[in-house]
């Protein structure tokens, strides 16, 4: 009769030590493995701990390190980094880079550009910006562009990570930028609901390049035969193809871009381009005003293009550019001069 009380006794003392441990265990989870009881907000309140959980593939203890600018010359600028760790052995380490800076109003369709234009998810409307492959920028509020260019934050993230979330990310961080420089809009920025994919490469058609009849191919007639190019062709303010290895064709008309374009230092009247009058920051990288839209027109050459210059059946890279802003031109309802 009195085995049952001791069994239970000692059922006690074993169980208690063994749950101490896995209440210890699980806290010591919570604490490395998710920001759970994490600061709410990083970088100085730029960026919020849940949109950056959210951005992050897998989880992990959010922490920041290396916040720089926001000076009196430029409340707009800032660089910071935000790290996930974990002690779970499966578990790989994430980081983003969140930077904010002023730019030429086109440089998502120039060299400075990270990510060809027509290779991203491009969005617009409640926000303007782009994502691919772990990059992604958004424009801040036309309230914050200076006589130095338009304001804009980008990020770096770990190329699996999802773009919805990234671009949720980067129009809550320029929201935030705009605040705290004192140039926040009416109404704050909004971040798409959805995205639509990027487009597939596709083989470059005969006489069809970037699906404009007539465009000469940027490169020799061997080249073109196993040629592929990237078209974002949809009914949004945004037409870029890529030739792939040889050029990149742009054309946009997006309110927020063509204002940060228009308000952006070394923009002057060029020679007529195409029979269209124009403006420009060099001779590929033109304005026109098509219909009363001011419409952008540009065109960067890749080096699969530029080593064949001179060579049998490759155009002249100006007469490329001017083919190109009339044939597109046509589609935006361009009238020559």
Known sequence: MTNGPRRAGLGRKIIAPVLAVAVLAG??????DTNLFGDDDLCGGLVSADAAEAALPGAGRLSDRGLNGGSKADEAAFTCVVESSSLLPWAQDGYLRISGSRAR???PFTSAGRTGAASVSFFSG?????VADGHGWVLLPEECTTADGPAVVD????????AAPLARLLTEVANR???RAGCAGKTPLTAPNALAAAPEPRPVGEGSVCGLDGLPFPGTPDQARTAQETVQDTDGPLWACEVTGQATFTV???PRLLAGILASPGLR???????LKVSGFDANHVVAECGGTPTYFSMETHPGYTTAFGKPGTPKSRELHADFVRLAGERFGCTRS
Do not use: I, M, N
């Not at 409640?126 to 782009?130: D, L, M, Y």
């Not at 990020?155 to 999802?162: L, N, V």
């Open 105 to 107: 109003g086109d440089f």
């Open 177 to 179: 930028a705009a605040e």
């Open 126 to 130: 409640g926000a303007t910006g782009a």
């Open 252 to 254: 946009t008309r997006e």
């Open 27 to 32: 806290g010591v989870h919570l604490w490395a």
């Open 155 to 162: 990020a770096d993230a770990p190329k699996d990570s999802e």
């Open 269 to 275: 009247e060029r020679p007529d381009v195409g029979g």
